[in-house]
């Protein structure tokens, strides 16, 4: 298999550095300065036990890749960018006479649970991904890890649902370049228990990582509103206990060249300016079934807001307290 990273950034990178590290086939997509600096310089995985440069294939865009009929497609950007990139890849022609959308495997490596139902609309083979992963990526060209022993925790499954062969083989190669990754039927019920702790990633971002770390009230409540409209649905999720018995000793966060993992994916976003975040696609998720329910989520609408407002206007994290956003959840809907 050759595995074709779309989003090589702290998720992406990390994944497809380690597989090409342990002699896979490896491509690695991506834009701006950080494609710019992997292809002068390649690929620096900083890893807690040691950094190195690996010399993998950069482009773009799939004009620059031949697909072939062994490809696999793994999308590891945030959700907000998945429609377009699933469309520029979808049609694009296999050697063998078909297309990426009919024949490829796709893998949603992201938070969220939206992209997976995205891409099956296009493609025919669908695979989820639950990531539990500490991973960085502020630097063009440079990706931290903090994970070990074990990178981290990968669950795979076709989507809806389900297991076949081409998810056991994917996840013996990832087991094989340090990460855990377990084949499961249910790869939907640990998204969507991951979901439930990424409903604080915006509280990370807007507050700032110190003062997100003591926001416990906060916590709490966009965790249970979120537990309870999943609740209302009648969707499953896995426990944060499963996932922490799993991960256990296996997936701890270990200082990286002297320094402590600075924080999360959407608190990174802030910080690197880029504009969008992936708030719609976590606390949003909450607020739209919520909607759909008649249920009040104001403290994830309020966050999502909030969210939103600091990547348009390229606030860094630390542009509101956990007091000035619990008093505006408090606020009449109107007046949020």
Request: charged content about 20%; proline content about 5%.
């Amino acid at each position: 298999m050759r595995y074709i990273v779309i989003g090589a950034g702290a998720i992406g990178g990390t994944i497809g550095g380690r597989l090409a590290a342990s002699g896979h086939e490896v491509v690695l997509v991506a834009r701006g300065a950080h494609l710019d600096a992997l292809r002068a310089n390649g690929l620096t995985l900083a890893t807690p036990d040691g950094t190195s440069t690996l010399d993998i294939p950069a482009v773009t865009g799939p004009a620059e890749v031949g697909l072939r009929e062994d490809d696999v497609l793994i999308l590891a950007t945030k959700t907000q960018d998945a429609e377009p990139l699933l469309t520029e890849w979808a049609w694009r022609p296999v050697r063998g006479g078909t297309v990426a959308a009919g024949s490829l495997p796709v893998l949603c490596a992201q938070n969220g649970v939206a992209s997976e139902r995205i891409a099956l609309r296009r493609f025919r083979h669908v695979y989820g991904v639950c990531v539990w992963m500490p991973a960085t990526h502020l630097e063009p060209g440079v990706v931290e890890a903090s994970g070990a022993p074990k990178t981290g925790l990968l669950h795979l499954g076709r989507y809806p649902s389900g297991t076949d062969a081409t998810a056991d083989q994917i996840g013996a190669d990832l087991a094989g370049s340090g990460f855990l990754a377990p084949v499961v039927a249910d790869v939907m019920r640990w998204k969507y228990g991951k979901l439930l702790a990424n409903l604080s990633n915006a509280t990370e971002a807007v507050c700032g990582h110190d003062a997100w770390l003591h926001a416990t009230e906060l916590r709490r409540r966009v965790t249970a509103e979120g537990r309870a409209v999943l609740d209302a649905a009648g969707i499953a999720y896995a426990s944060n206990k499963e996932s922490a018995a799993i991960r256990a000793d296996q997936v701890q966060i270990i200082p990286v060249n002297g320094a402590e993992r600075s924080g999360g994916s959407s608190w990174q976003s802030l910080t690197r300016g880029t504009g969008s975040i992936e708030a719609d696609y976590l606390n949003g998720e909450i607020v739209l079934m919520a909607r759909e329910r008649g249920i009040p989520v104001p403290v994830n609408e309020v966050l999502q807001r909030l969210a939103n407002q600091a990547a348009r206007d390229r606030r860094p994290p630390g542009s509101a307290t956990p007091d000035e956003v619990l008093a505006l959840a408090a606020l009449p809907a109107g007046a949020r």
